[in-house]
């Protein structure tokens, strides 16, 4: 496949009600959507930039400019042939290199008549039990809204926390005791405790059972992971630490968390998020394909990948559900699952 052209659309999509978390609020989801044609045949990619990578909506776009030159006329034959070029053209912004990667990708299952997850490799799965994420606000606001959701058909709940211990644990406990046993709870720091504030919630959490506690520290203190990682109850899940297969070996090889959350807008997209859940599966970490604040497209893209993937056990691919607007279509929800559409390569209609 040889590239012929590669264009680009950004996109504010506004979100249904503000998101928060306890590094920050929007109202907005800033998407740059990405369109590759090779050889005739067109694929489609999205970015969607974040703090954590220092990535915004204008260095995108600045970005998949870059790369659109550096990738004119470039031939390919697989999705990594085209990450190993981006990474020569241009370093770091990863969310940009996801977008163009995820479009070189639906171009080459869809040439082989395949839905991505299949020409990723042999699955039985076309579909994961995503969560749905409770932003943060307070603990009875968080129990109504995931009571909602459980109402709505999710069967698995991630409640964000602020890093007030007192109130993060009200937060579960109050969620829990809505939702009842049966539903899947998970709790969300993003960075926001100090170990000890983090060693004092999990142990008063743990009663509530909860599948995992991620990133309660700051994404470079991995020694701080280290020792939460053996002092909690709760299994302690990086996010932010890992952006790369690199910080996937660092954080595998120091035993600073027992599970692992992927994101193809961290790690540059596919091929390289093929490389870290190796990794992390070598050390012994499960993983969970997450997202940012995505369309359909991307979302669809993570989904394809945590399918084809046997250490990818948790799937966080909701971001699209809080959009009012979405220029992506083709996923379908049901009894808390999120399924492909069975289509050749993504299987997702974009109409901008």
């Known amino acids: ?87 020569r053209v241009l370093r770091g912004s990863p969310a940009a290199k996801a977008a163009v990667e995820m479009a070189a990708f639906d171009v080459l299952a869809r040439v082989r008549g395949l839905p991505l997850h299949e020409y990723l490799g042999p699955t039985a799965r076309d579909k994961g039990l995503t969560d749905r994420t409770v932003g943060l606000m307070s603990p009875e606001d968080a129990a109504a809204k995931a009571k909602g959701f459980v109402a709505e058909g999710f069967r698995a709940i991630k409640v964000k926390l602020g890093g007030e211990v007192d109130e993060d644990v009200a937060r579960i406990v109050t969620t829990r005791k809505v939702v009842g046993n049966h539903i899947l709870l998970r709790a969300d720091a993003n960075q926001a405790f100090t170990y000890r504030s983090a060693v004092s919630f999990s ?65 540059g997209g596919i091929s390289r998020a093929i490389e870290a859940n190796a990794i992390c599966e070598s050390a012994g970490m499960p993983t969970m394909v997450g997202c940012n604040a995505e369309s359909a497209l991307s979302i669809a893209a993570g989904l394809h990948f945590a399918m084809s993937e046997r250490n990818a056990r948790f799937v966080d691919l909701d971001s699209h559900f809080s959009l009012a607007e979405d220029p992506a279509t083709g996923l379908t929800f049901d009894a808390g699952y999120l399924k492909v559409s069975g289509k050749p390569g993504i299987g997702v209609s974009v109409r901008l």
Request: charged share 25%; net charge negative.
């Open 1 to 87: 496949m040889r590239i012929d052209r590669i264009e680009w659309h950004p996109k504010a999509l506004p979100r249904r009600e503000v998101f928060a978390t306890a590094r920050h609020a929007s109202d907005v989801a800033s998407v740059v959507f990405v369109r590759l044609e090779a050889d005739g045949v067109e694929g489609w990619g999205a970015a969607s930039p974040s703090d954590v990578t220092g990535e915004t909506p204008q260095s995108v776009l600045a970005a998949v400019e870059s790369l659109a030159k550096g990738l004119q006329g470039f031939a390919f034959e697989r999705g990594r042939d085209v990450a190993d070029r981006m990474d």
């Open 203 to 267: 142990k008063q959490a743990y009663g509530q059972v909860v599948e995992f506690f991620e990133q309660p520290l700051p994404a470079d203190d991995l020694a701080g992971m280290q020792a939460l990682t053996e002092a909690s109850p709760i299994p302690v899940m990086a996010d932010e630490s890992v952006l790369t297969p690199q910080d996937a070996a660092k954080v595998g090889w120091g035993k600073c968390a027992r599970l692992v959350n992927l994101k193809l807008m961290k790690t």
